[in-house]
């Protein structure tokens, strides 16, 4: 583990980023990326170095659910099979907030703060383009996505966000990859913690998808500078 520790340092050094981000979240980073790759072997291998750093099992629990989200059933599923294989059963304690129906209209109001906080400046026409998609989305996105899932307790608005970022840029989808960049820096986290965040995601990316990611943080980066 050390080793794997001191070869990401050499990275982020030859990338010129600076190590800023705590082990926690780093861990957590790490899992989101391996759980858009369905890998388990490498899922598993980043579980255990989590618990090594001592993430409290409930953040990766919360991770994991919002997961579903992210990058859909199936590798949410397996993921959560390899995490209760390395964790154990799930605690009363972890259990967190339970889902439960009646709780709809305060989904409604959390998931439209979350989803601006998120969003910033541009969080009422992003609901203007859901509804324009289907009048079904908006709802889906604010109340089930943000309000029900990603504004539980249990883990905060930043490093859900840079878990997120991490797990969109798996993908191939520009247009949210570049919101969830600007979405990192809403959510209170640096411009050298998501450098940091994106030297982690390249290492399993090609280097052709490693390029455009950086190429495209570049851009967000600098009209984050401008006030863009």
Known sequence: MEGCRDEKRTRCAVRGVTMSLDPQTLALVRIAVATATGD???LRDRMIAARAVHVPPHWVDELLLQSFLNVGYPLALVAFGVWRSVAGPVLDSEKGEPIAHPEWERWTTRGAEACAEVYGRTFHKLLLNLRALHP???PLVVVDAYGKILGRPGLDSKRRELCTLAAIAM?????????????????????????????IVETDLTKERALKLWEMWADVRERALDGK
């Open 136 to 138: 079904s989305i908006e």
């Open 40 to 42: 388990e072997t490498k």
């Open 171 to 199: 993908q191939n989808a520009p247009r949210q990859l570049h919101a969830h960049l600007r979405g990192a820096l809403n959510t209170g986290s640096s411009r050298d913690e998501v450098d940091e965040v994106i030297a």
